[in-house]
């Protein structure tokens, strides 16, 4: 059976990267170029990606006609809004309001961000719209060299890419001989700015390295920082066993090196 066929009720949850893109072209390959009719596409907006995530997304629909519903995570009830290119967030609203919501950060132990403004929130949508849903319903952009991901993942229908044995060489060369692309760095199969722009389960070196590339990146974690929240110490930061991202930005202005190169980011089910 083809992978990529949809044959009951799901919701494709698109990162808005290069794989879940993939995963939604062959989805659509497999329906003749349409999207099955029992069959939804979400890309939830946490306020932190980068421009060209939210472009990519959007070429993504315009290109291959296919209604992508964007939806973002809000305090108040129904505990979602829905948006568009136009009106999304782009200054970390969402994230903020959850952050302020909870009164502390979210961190590698305690990583509530992807639940409440992912998850959570397009289930909500969901069910906004009549849908039965549970997480179970969901197809995740995760490919087949991303093991330790793949394995906490017990339906493996719901990786549709793992099933096919699609691997970053795979995605790699597809989005090669498109007309559109993410309009992010290719970095041997990763693309290290995407998702929230300074995630903190990236690399230390990586997350430095993008704020000396654009140093008004780190306003806004260092901000959420300075906001002092928790009664903890630990949960006033987004991590407590690495300096802070106010220390970062003066780091990368005076060009010092403060991080092991080699250190590996953390996987989580933000996407790719």
Not at 199 to 215: D, M, N, R, T, Y
């Amino acid at each position: 059976m083809n992978p990529y066929k949809i044959i009951e009720p799901t919701c494709i949850s698109f990162s808005g990267g290069r794989t879940s893109g993939y995963m939604l072209y062959k989805v659509l390959e497999a329906g003749g170029g349409q999207l099955p009719s029992d069959a939804i596409v979400c890309f939830a907006n946490t306020g932190k990606e980068d421009e060209a995530t939210l472009k990519f997304v959007q070429a993504c629909s315009d290109n291959w006609n296919v209604e992508i519903h964007w939806v973002e995570y809000q305090n108040d009830e129904p505990a979602f809004v829905r948006v568009d290119f136009q009106t999304a967030s782009r200054n970390g609203e969402p994230f903020e309001a959850l952050i302020r919501k909870r009164q502390y950060l979210p961190n590698p132990v305690t990583r509530f961000c992807t639940s409440e403004l992912k998850i959570r929130t397009i289930h909500k949508y969901l069910k906004s719209l009549g849908w039965e849903h549970n997480e179970t319903m969901d197809w995740v952009g995760m490919r087949a060299d991303e093991q330790r991901r793949a394995a906490k993942i017990a339906d493996k229908s719901r990786i549709p890419l793992v099933t096919a044995g699609v691997t970053k060489e795979t995605v790699g060369e597809f989005w090669r001989n498109q007309s559109f692309d993410l309009e992010l760095p290719n970095m041997n199969g990763v693309t290290m700015h995407g998702n929230c722009d300074l995630c903190f389960l990236k690399g230390g070196a990586q997350v430095l390295s993008l704020i000396a590339e654009k140093p008004e990146r780190g306003i806004w974690w260092a901000k959420m920082e300075a906001l002092a929240l928790a009664s903890k110490p630990s949960g006033a930061v987004f991590r407590s066993d690495r300096p802070s991202y106010a220390s970062m930005i003066k780091f990368a202005a005076e060009q010092k090196d403060m991080f092991d190169p080699n250190e590996e980011s953390i996987a989580c089910f933000c996407g790719d």
